[in-house]
C-alpha cells in the first residue's frame, strides 16, 4: 500500500540530482553515497561534480595521490570518507576489472563500504530490490508503519526487515519505492516539522491515523560541534589542505587554543594516515 502511494509521488516530484541522472554510472552513485552519509546535498553537488570530471572511473580516482583527494574532498568534513572511498576505488580497479560491484555481499567486501551504502549502490546504481536504511527512511517507517513519533536508537536487522517487508517484489519498481522512502523523508516527514498535509502516504499514516502522539520511547544521542574534536580536526585539516607543501607546526598551533586538545586532535589525524609529519618536522597531507 505505501509503495504504491510512494512510487508515483516520487516519480512526479523527486529533485533533479545529479547522481540521479540516467547516465549516471554506478561509480558516481556510489562515489555520492560517499559524500551524502554525513553532508547535506547543496554541498555535495558541486564537489561531487568536479569529483566525477575529474575521476570519472574508479582506477582514475585510484592512482590520484592521497593529497590531491583530501584536497578534492574540501570542507565535506568527515575526511576519512575521501581516504575510504580512495580505497574502495582501488579495490574496484584491481579485484572488479575498473566496475563497481552490484551485489550487495561484493560490495559490503570492499573497504569503507558498510551494510547502507552497499544497498543503496545497488538500488541506486543498478535499479535493483535492496531495503536502504537511513535515518530519513527509519523515520518514515516509525511513523507511517507503527504509528511512533520518532525512530529512536537503531535496530539494524529489524530496521532492514521493515523496509523490505514495504518493497514491491520487481527490481526496479523497488529500487523507486526506495529512492522514494528516503526522499519523503528528507523533504515532506522531516525529524522536526513533518507536513503531514502535503504528504502522499497521510491517509495510510499509522501515526496520523493515531492522532500524531507524542514520542516517549529512547532517544538518539545528539552530537554537537563547537569545541568538539571533529571541529578541530577539520581547522587542523584546513591549514594542511589550503598549504601548497608541508607547514610548521606554529601554523597548526595558531588554529585552536587549547594545546592538549590540538595535540590530540593532531596525533588522531596522523594515526587516521589523513595527515604526516615530515623529515625536518613539518606537516603535510599524505604523500
Ligand atoms: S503523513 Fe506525516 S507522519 Fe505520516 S509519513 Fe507523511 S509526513 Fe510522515
Redesign the pocket.
Known sequence: MLAELISPWFRAQARDLPWRRPETTPWGVLVSEFMLQQTPVARVEPVWRDWMDRWPAPSALAAAPRADVLRAWGKLGYPRRAIRLHDAAAAIAERHDDTVPSDVDSLEALPGIGSYTARAVAAFGYGLRAPVVDTNVRR?VA??VHGQGDAGPARTRADLADVDALLPARDTEAAVVSAGLME?GAL??TARS???AD?P??HA?A??AAGRPAYDGPRRPVQGFAGTDRQVRGKLMDVLRGAPGPVERSALDAVWSDAGQRDRCLHSLLVDGLAEQTDDGRFALPA
Request: aromatic letters at 6%; proline letters at 7%; hydrophobic letters at 55%.
Open positions: 518514515v511513523r507511517a519523503l515532506v516527514c513533518p507536513r503531514c504528504c502516504v497521510a499514516c501515526w496520523v
